[in-house]
C-alpha cells in the first residue's frame, strides 16, 4: 500500500499569508497526485490534478508541484473562502488520500 | 454541467448489506471511471472502488471482499454494495466521476472532479 503522510495536520494563518502544505508518499508515485480543499458537510473539490495543473474554474493563486515522493500545495495569498481542509490522493497504485491538513484562521 | 444524484438507505443493521445508487446527469457516461469514496465522521476520506461503462473495476484491497461495483448504463447510473457491514462502516458516502488525463492520446489516469452530496449511512444494533 501507498500510504500518504501530509504535513503539518493543523496550519493556523491569516488572510493574505503564503501557505504551503506538504504531501509525502511512501513509494515514487510519478505525478499521479491530486489535491483536494473540502468544506464542512461539503464534498470534496478538486483544485490540484497530476500534481502541477490547476483544475478549471479554481483561482490561480493556488499552485501545486513536485513528483516521485513529495509535492506541495501552495496558496499565494489566503481568502477567506480558502479555509477549509486539504488532502493529497494518490493514483499510482489504487487510491489512497492524505489524512488532511485543517487550515485555520489565526 | 454534470451533476451526480445519489441514494440509498441511511440506516443499517450489523451483518447487512449496504446499498447505494448514484446516477449522472447533464453528460456522458462513458469514457469515465466512476468511484465511490467514504469518510467516516470526523476522520480522513477513503477511496473504496470505481467501475467505467464497460464494467471494469478497481477496488480497495481492504475492501475488496465485501464490495460490488455495478454499472447500468441504460440509466446512466452505477451503484456500490457492501456486505456484512460494521459499526466501523459509518460513514458519509460519496460517489464521484473520475475524467481521464491523456498523454500522446493514451489515457493514464482518471481524477475525481465532480462529485456526489453525500449520502450518511449510520450502521446499529
Given amino acids: ?106 | 454541467q454534470v451533476q451526480l444524484q445519489q441514494w440509498g438507505a441511511g440506516l443499517l443493521k450489523p451483518s447487512e448489506t449496504l446499498s447505494l445508487t448514484c446516477a449522472v446527469y447533464g453528460g456522458s457516461f462513458s469514457g469515465y471511471y466512476w468511484s465511490w469514496i467514504r469518510q467516516p465522521p470526523g476522520k480522513g476520506l477513503e477511496w473504496i472502488g470505481e467501475i467505467n461503462h464497460s464494467g471494469s473495476t478497481n477496488y480497495n484491497p481492504s475492501l475488496k471482499s465485501r464490495v460490488t461495483i455495478s454499472v447500468d448504463t441504460s440509466k446512466n447510473q452505477f451503484s456500490l454494495k457492501l456486505s456484512s457491514v460494521t459499526a466501523a462502516d459509518t460513514a458519509v458516502y460519496y460517489c464521484a466521476r473520475g475524467f481521464p488525463i491523456r498523454v500522446f492520446g493514451v489515457v493514464i489516469r482518471h481524477y475525481m472532479d465532480v462529485w456526489g452530496k453525500g449520502t450518511t449511512v449510520t450502521v446499529s444494533s
Avoid: M
Fill in chain 1, 1 to 106: 500500500d501507498i500510504q500518504l503522510t501530509q504535513s503539518p495536520s493543523f496550519l493556523s494563518a491569516s488572510v493574505g499569508d503564503r501557505v504551503t502544505i506538504t504531501c509525502r508518499a511512501s513509494q515514487g508515485i510519478s505525478s499521479y497526485l491530486a489535491w483536494y480543499q473540502q468544506k464542512p458537510g461539503k464534498a470534496p473539490k478538486l483544485l490540484i490534478y497530476a500534481a502541477s495543473t490547476l483544475q478549471s474554474g479554481v483561482p490561480s493563486r493556488f499552485s501545486g508541484s513536485g513528483s516521485g515522493t513529495e509535492f506541495t500545495l501552495t496558496i499565494s495569498s489566503l481568502q477567506p473562502e480558502d479555509f477549509a481542509t486539504y488532502y493529497c490522493q494518490q493514483l499510482n497504485s489504487y487510491r489512497t488520500f492524505g489524512q488532511g491538513t485543517k487550515l485555520e484562521i489565526k
